[in-house]
């Protein structure tokens, strides 16, 4: 195959600069993207109801627009999947990327009209290969294939309009692509939209394993299955003995620290490079700074307009891009041409510098674990052990929550350690699958990464002695009062502390002790 990333640079150094240029002058370009957002969003349905003006400045639209939850919008959204036009932009749209619900739902829906599409996801996506190439002139990333792992339009929605899609992000992105990008991208779009994955699997690990692969792309837990599946067909030690012109991963989703060390052994080191991306169901926003380091350009001219809320003042208010400081970590609060205004996302991000804006992630405004994209929450876990407890008869004093991050030979899996007031009247292990099942009811993107067993495994729930949270709590000075347990972690330093006390305590926990009812 030509390579044609000698072709591409031109047109690559001028994407790499258009966005410099828009990250020089965060207040211009910022302030430019708000008026674009305002004369879209004044004709919209959404837009009349709150008065939104194109004239508004920055300060008028803030303080006629409160910061708002997804809950607040899904009413306007399920008008828009009916084919409603001009509700929360413009047109009629017809594709909802699917992600993890809030506490009104399962699953939320997040618009991607066309604008958000070619202006935010495209666009991030390819200033992402332009900044990389600005900082690897030797790469011959077009000279081959790049290996996209994506998602599908499988979903939980009845009766769906005609010409309506709803599924994963990466499903919709795959499925409007240019048809040139196909010339340098595996597998075919029939095999990436596939949404079994027993099936899935097998082909993408035979139509990976005769490409001259240069490229991988997508979430680190879900890429690492492929890539042992690859290495265990071939014979392989190493991924570059079957791609070895494999230079880069692109990857972002999940936090990549967790998954360095087992990537560091199925990989050469020395050819193998690393960029991240923080993209999302609702926007692309920043791309990885400079090679080796952790900071995240945030991107200025992707159709999002940016805010953040002080996390350690419980009296601040949002402030623009341009009033940020560096060190303070915010709540992130963005308004896009997918129809979200002022949208509370969920995620909190730390400030590294304002010039350039730099971040790294920070995590979520609430206790969570996303070690493998399913983005499971506190009301996803207390629910499900709820329906659990009712089936099996079981009472629950406190628990907690973390992921086991996959072995070389296994797979990963949430881990519980639970403190029963009464336990299950089925045993541990089919309470453990009653309790797996019922959280992936509650979370949509749980129970995918649940598919078939491929990804995560069952959740394993271990037990712990009576009173062992309260031994914990007052060993950190918040017994009483104030009293409470982190119920999910998305590390295993709490997990591991607590099970390292609970061994210490009882080598082998006694379910019949008097003050457990059997």
């Not at 394993?209 to 265990?232: C, H, M, N």
């Amino acid at each position: 195959m030509m390579d044609f990333t000698p072709l591409s640079k031109p047109f690559m150094a001028k994407v790499y600069a258009s966005g410099q240029e828009a990250r020089r002058d965060v207040e211009r370009s910022q302030k430019a993207l708000l008026a674009r957002l305002l004369r879209k969003g004044e004709k919209t349905a959404w837009g009349r109801q709150r008065g939104l003006s194109a004239s508004d400045s920055y300060r008028d639209f803030a303080a006629r627009i409160a910061p708002a939850s997804y809950e607040e919008f899904r009413p306007w959204v399920e008008r828009m999947v009916r084919g409603e036009a001009d509700v929360l932009w413009p047109g009629v749209c017809r594709r909802y990327a699917q992600s993890s619900g809030t506490s009104g739902g399962k699953s939320k829906y997040i618009p991607l009209p066309a604008d958000s599409l070619n202006g935010c996801h495209y666009a991030g996506a390819a200033y992402s290969l332009a900044s990389y190439l600005h900082y690897y002139p030797d790469s011959h990333l077009f000279g081959g294939k790049n290996f996209i792992l994506g998602g599908s339009f499988a979903n939980e929605v009845a009766d769906l309009p005609r010409g309506v899609r709803v599924g994963d992000l990466s499903a919709s992105l795959i499925d409007r692509i240019n048809p040139l990008v196909n010339l340098f991208r595996i597998p075919d779009k029939r095999t990436a939209l596939m949404a079994d994955w027993q099936e899935k699997l097998p082909r993408l690990v035979r139509a990976s394993a005769r490409a001259d692969v240069r490229s991988i792309s997508g979430v680190p837990s879900w890429f690492l299955t492929v890539l042992k599946q690859v290495l265990e067909m071939t014979g392989a030690g190493n991924i570059h003995d079957v791609w070895p012109r494999l230079e880069v991963f692109f990857h972002g989703g999940i936090a990549f620290g967790p998954y360095r060390r087992q990537y560091a052994r199925i990989t050469d080191p020395a050819r193998m490079r690393y960029w991240e991306n923080y993209n999302a169901s609702e926007g692309f926003f920043a791309v990885q700074e400079r090679p080796g380091e952790p900071e995240m350009g945030l991107l200025m001219d992707v159709e999002v307009f940016y805010e953040f809320l002080d996390v350690d003042d419980p009296g601040a208010l949002p402030v623009p891009a341009w009033e940020t400081v560096a060190g303070k970590v915010y709540e992130l609060i963005i308004t896009s041409s997918n129809g979200l205004w002022r949208y509370r996302l969920g995620d909190t991000v730390r400030v590294c510098s304002t010039d350039p804006l730099t971040i790294t992630i920070a995590g979520r405004t609430r206790h969570y674990i996303n070690a493998f994209g399913e983005e499971v929450m506190v009301y996803n876990t207390d629910a499900a052990l709820a329906l659990a407890c009712a089936q099996t008869g079981a009472e629950v004093l406190d628990y907690t929550a973390a992921p086991v991050y996959a072995g070389d030979r296994t797979r990963g899996r949430h881990q519980w350690l639970v403190e029963f007031a009464r336990i299950p009247s089925c045993g541990l292990d089919e309470f453990a699958r009653i309790l797996d099942m019922e959280l992936q009811r509650q979370n949509s993107d749980y129970q995918a990464k649940r598919a078939g067993g491929i990804f995560l495994d069952n959740l394993e729930v271990v037990p712990a002695y009576t009173g062992l949270f309260n031994r914990w709590l007052a060993a950190t000075g918040k017994l009483g009062g104030q009293r409470k347990v982190p119920r999910l972690s998305n590390d295993r330093s709490l997990m591991e502390r607590l099970l390292e006390i609970n061994a210490s305590e009882n080598t082998e926990i006694n379910l019949s002790k008097s003050h457990i009812q059997p």
